[in-house]
């Protein structure tokens, strides 16, 4: 406040000088006691705006949101004058009311949440060769949590999308696919299963022998895992197999292939993160990267998406400017159903969504508790809470209760608007 009384002065110091000589002038030489007391209004006046502008001049480049009183206090003046000089009375009076219609707008904006503005960050190259184990292990729970430190909040999902349906904590009952944790010493183990056949991929019943034409098996631990990524097919986990397939497929799609396409730099530090949490010394990362190189082939390695950053954990799996075949596959809907019009949609772990004529059936089954009282309530229903009615022959708590906080509201309405459409034995709709 002393400061404001200090700048005030400081700017309306001649101003103010002059007219306390006219006010001295009528009252004592004029004798005017009219005149006078206009002149004392206008020393109030004059006083009241150089205040107004000694606090917009304070507060301008400062955190403060008192802008708006110099507003208001130009407001009173403008009403004091024409109250008292009735000849331009109008004048002040509609100028009082411009000021006081820019106080209010400019008070309701102060009062928003504040942004600070600026040119946005630079992008940073994120060089995996170049970092430490400690650095990478550190991207990698990014990749597949979205953060760090998100590995042990519930729902986090990262750019990876592993927590759909992987388990990494231990003692979790992973029921969609293997719990992970523990993976640097299972994998040793893998290797040396007899349904593994390492070393002699031809004799693997599994739906795909190897990676590629001449990739072999894995020979090391770190080899089994880099295969599991690229090839989750040459090798299925006991009772992790594609439903009716007796473990021969994997419903797992390969993560360096769209939609979610980790780079080779990725992928080394989301192994480097299973290795550390754990407190085991990780491969370095050539190590790593060469046994992803035996079962990637060169054309297949897909380069780091525009050397971003792993996206946030609140970030969302699909933003509704996809086309719905993207967004079925960004939310992992094509690993486990089958969605009629919807390439690579073969999925067989969830029931076949053909919600068109599933929704009006499930709506009247005495066993349904749910509240949707049409097909588009009950996808989004199915969807957003997927326990409130589980399909008889398939099991409870197997398909994810993120996507709610995954997918925007654009892409929830194309998902719900498709599903609407698909019906039994009917042609399905056109992908938009």
């Not at 693997?204 to 090839?231: L, W």
Request: a neutral charge; hydrophobic letters at 40%; aromatic letters at 10%.
């Amino acid at each position: 406040m002393v400061e404001l009384l200090t700048e005030a002065l400081a700017l309306g110091m001649w101003p103010l000088a002059i007219l306390t000589g006219f006010l001295a002038y009528f009252f004592i030489v004029k004798r005017d006691k009219s005149a006078a007391f206009k002149t004392l209004i206008g020393i109030l006046a004059t006083g009241m705006l150089f205040m107004a502008i000694a606090n917009y001049k304070i507060n301008f480049f400062g955190e403060s949101r008192l802008l708006p009183v110099s507003l208001a206090m130009i407001t009173a003046l403008a009403f004091m004058m024409g109250i008292y000089f009735s000849s331009i009375g109008a004048l002040f009076k509609i100028g009082g009311f411009m000021f006081l219609v820019a106080a209010a707008l400019s008070g309701y904006g102060n009062w928003l949440p504040q942004v600070e503005g600026g040119f946005p960050p630079p992008e940073v190259k994120l060089q995996f060769d170049a970092m430490t184990k400690e650095q990478l292990a550190d991207e990698g729970e990014k990749i597949i949590f979205g953060g760090i430190g998100q590995s042990k909040v519930q729902g986090a999902i990262g750019k990876g999308q592993c927590p759909l349906c992987h388990g990494f904590n231990e003692g979790f009952l992973s029921e969609r696919a293997p719990n992970l944790f523990g993976i640097p010493d299972r994998s040793k183990q893998r290797i040396d299963d007899p349904r593994y056949h390492k070393g002699k991929p031809a004799e693997r019943d599994s739906v795909q022998k190897e990676a590629f034409p001449g990739a072999g098996t894995g020979e090391s631990g770190q080899e089994y895992i880099s295969e599991s990524h690229a090839c989750p097919s040459c090798f299925v986990v006991a009772g992790f197999g594609v439903k009716g397939t007796n473990d021969k497929e994997s419903p797992m799609p390969a993560i360096h292939k769209p939609p979610i396409s980790l780079s080779l730099g990725e992928l080394a530090a989301v192994d480097t993160w299973m290795y550390a949490r754990e407190g085991r010394d990780a491969p370095t990362y050539e190590e790593i990267i060469k046994a992803y190189e035996k079962f990637i082939p060169e054309a297949d390695r897909p380069k780091q998406q525009e050397d971003k950053p792993a996206a946030g954990a609140g970030s969302l799996l699909a933003d509704g400017t996809e086309p719905v075949d993207q967004i079925f596959a960004k939310a992992q809907c094509v690993v486990c159903h089958t969605i009629p019009g919807i390439p690579g949609a073969t999925g067989t772990q969830g029931p076949k969504l053909v919600e068109g004529t599933n929704a009006p059936n499930r709506i009247k089954d005495p066993a349904y508790k749910g509240a949707a009282k049409s097909t588009p309530e009950y996808i989004m229903e199915s969807v957003v809470s997927p326990s409130t009615y589980v399909v008889k022959g398939f099991p409870d708590n197997l398909m994810p209760k993120v996507f709610g906080q995954k997918l925007s509201a654009g892409a929830m309405k194309k998902i719900v608007d498709y599903l609407s459409q698909v019906k039994e034995g009917k042609e399905p709709p056109k992908i938009s």
